[in-house]
């Protein structure tokens, strides 16, 4: 079946310093992929995606690639803030039938002013 | 409605007693799912509507987890004599049905405490 693997938390960085939140997964044919956030008391919603192989997806300079030679889709940001203090979830649904979507496990992050 | 709601935001029940935890997803929506998170944890799968189709249980804990979804719209995840261990946050969320990419909107979850 399919399954997402995630670096597992905390991760504690100062503002201004780069993030890596590492994400990969195993799946039958080809994936789209998600990158969730769920903020302080805050549901979960969408922060970026990718669709097809070598797609990037970003949002609030937050970037991921979608790597099919090495199955993953690792979320970076160039310079976190405080604000980016959340747990990140690393998904997948299946683009043929089916729309199963499997999460990992979540990372804490944690920004020190 | 604008969004995924559940109902209620909180329930705190006895040991032993059933609850009914509610989802109204976002109309036109035929995927729906439910999820489990427990304190500072990650998503635990319960089980995945979509359209007419059986349900994928395969992630419900136990026999006293069931879930229906009436008409293709409202769900209900019934919990029978529960447990202290099924204290958590109780999340649904609706997807369109279209294979592939589309986003899954989560609903605020329901807060559930057994004491």
């Known amino acids: 079946g399919n399954s997402v693997t995630q670096m597992e938390g905390p991760v504690t960085l100062s503002e201004e310093a780069f993030l890596t939140i590492n994400c990969t997964y195993t799946?039958?044919?080809?994936?789209?992929l998600f990158w969730y956030v769920q903020y302080p008391g805050e549901g979960l919603q969408l922060l970026l995606k990718?669709?097809?192989?070598?797609d990037k997806g970003s949002n609030k300079g937050f970037e991921a690639t979608y790597r099919k030679e090495t199955t993953s889709f690792h979320l970076e940001k160039g310079s976190v803030q405080v604000s980016d203090s959340a747990v990140y979830f690393c998904a997948l649904t299946p683009n043929n039938a089916g729309n199963m979507l499997t999460f990992g496990g979540g990372t804490r992050l944690m920004v020190k002013p | 409605g604008a969004g995924v709601s559940q109902s209620p935001s909180n329930k705190v029940t006895e040991k032993g007693k059933d609850v009914e935890l509610r989802c109204d997803p976002i109309?036109?929506?035929?995927?729906l799912y439910w999820y489990r998170q427990s304190l500072g944890q990650g998503l635990e799968f319960l089980i995945y509507?979509?359209?007419?189709?059986?349900?994928?249980k395969s992630g419900l804990p136990s026999d006293r987890f069931s879930a229906e979804r009436t008409g293709g719209s409202v769900s209900t995840l019934t919990i029978q004599r529960t447990q202290q261990e099924d204290s958590a946050v109780y999340l649904c969320a609706s997807r369109l049905g279209a294979p592939g990419g589309t986003e899954a909107f989560f609903g605020q979850g329901t807060r559930l405490t057994v004491v």
């Open positions: 799946a039958t044919g080809y994936p789209s």
């Open positions: 509507f979509q359209g007419n189709s059986a349900p994928d």
């Open positions: 990718a669709t097809k192989a070598d």
């Open positions: 109309s036109g929506h035929t995927a």
